[in-house]
């Protein structure tokens, strides 16, 4: 049965402004996270602890956190690719962090410099040290759908990563479409694939806008039981390179389509639309 509520969670602060050409200084990125937590989001991934030559655009992440002091029910993942990423995360304060591991070897080895056992080994590690220390874990699956360098990816690869993931203990795994190109139908199996593993309420979706399907891939999952959906306010995301691009799902696209359709989100468009303003204001949006 279809659930009425909806939780989103929000990534824009991490996976829209890690792809952005320009930097968006801390204090915009403090700005942005709490003008999406009055919006009532109550999740918000606010960035990473990765090598910050692979990804400039995330550097500063503890500054970031040290400039919030969020209410109890609200959550603030930050990603970790290796366990120096969870100390430093750790230390700046996070309570939880997330991995991301790929269903290609292929992206997994131009994501993270590791083949895919590499990865996971790394990944079983963090999560166990993450855990002991008190923290919770998010997951990723990469490439559920499509890969970049890969094609098509066979559903029960990305099912089992994700049931892999719930094993070593992640509270709840992201199918992720990272590519953008997947379809209603090719979501779907994926999904099927997932929930034949692993529990809807551990499950999440992930969906770029690449193809312009996010929205409909997204209510699909919907449809199949699942009630975490991930998305980045003002579509952020995309290709530095290729202008014009799309990124992830738009949070306010998600959030009016919930709405319309009945679901409970918990989130005030109007507040979000104040978020959306203020972030196309900072990276000189105008169209
Ligand atoms: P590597 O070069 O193999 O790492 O990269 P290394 O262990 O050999 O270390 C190289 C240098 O990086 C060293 O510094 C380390 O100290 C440093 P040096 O001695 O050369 O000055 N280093 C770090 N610095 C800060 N924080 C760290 C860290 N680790 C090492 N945690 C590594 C391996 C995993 C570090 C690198 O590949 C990396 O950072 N990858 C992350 C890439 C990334 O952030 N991708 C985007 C996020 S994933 C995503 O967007 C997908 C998602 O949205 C889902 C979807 O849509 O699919 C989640
Ligand atoms: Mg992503």
């Known amino acids: 049965s279809i659930a009425h509520t909806i939780r989103v969670v ?12 320009s930097i968006v200084p801390v204090a915009a990125r403090i700005a942005l996270i709490r003008l999406l937590i009055d919006a009532g989001l109550k999740t918000v991934e606010a960035g990473s602890f990765v090598s910050p030559r692979w990804v400039p ?9 040290a400039g919030l002091d969020p209410d109890g029910d609200v959550a603030l993942p930050v990603l970790v690719p290796n366990l120096k990423g969870l100390e ?18 292929s992206f997994s080895r ?7 056992a590499t990865a996971m080994g790394r ?8 855990m002991a220390g008190g923290a919770r874990v998010r997951g990723y699956v990469s490439c559920a759908v499509h890969c970049p360098y890969e094609g098509w990816v066979a559903p029960d690869a990305a099912a089992d990563l994700a049931a892999r993931l719930v094993e070593l203990g992640c509270y709840e795994v992201s199918l992720c479409d990272t590519t953008g190109q997947g379809t209603p139908e090719r979501a779907e199996a994926m999904i099927s ?3 034949a593993r692993v529990p809807a309420a551990r499950l999440a979706v992930h969906f770029h806008d690449t193809g312009g399907r996010a929205l409909d891939n997204t209510e699909r999952a919907i449809e199949q039981g699942i009630t975490t959906v991930d998305s980045a306010i003002a579509g952020l995301g995309g290709c530095p390179y290729s202008p014009g ?12 389509r919930l709405t319309a359709l009945g679901f409970d989100t918990g989130i005030d468009l109007s507040a979000l639309g104040r ?8 990276l000189g949006r105008t169209h």
């Open 245 to 256: 691009a799309a990124g992830n799902l738009a949070t306010e696209k998600l959030v009016a």
């Open 275 to 282: 978020a959306r303003d203020f972030i196309r204001r900072e």
């Open 193 to 195: 694939a997932a929930l």
């Open 57 to 65: 655009q995330m550097a500063g992440t503890d500054r970031v956190l």
């Open 123 to 130: 990944f079983a590690e963090v999560i166990a040290a993450a």
């Open 110 to 116: 131009a994501n993270l410099n590791a083949d895919r």
């Open 10 to 21: 929000e990534v824009g602060p991490r996976d829209g402004l890690q792809n952005e050409a």
């Open 88 to 105: 430093a995360a750790r230390a700046a304060g996070a309570e939880t962090v997330a991995v991301f591991a790929a269903a290609t070897e």
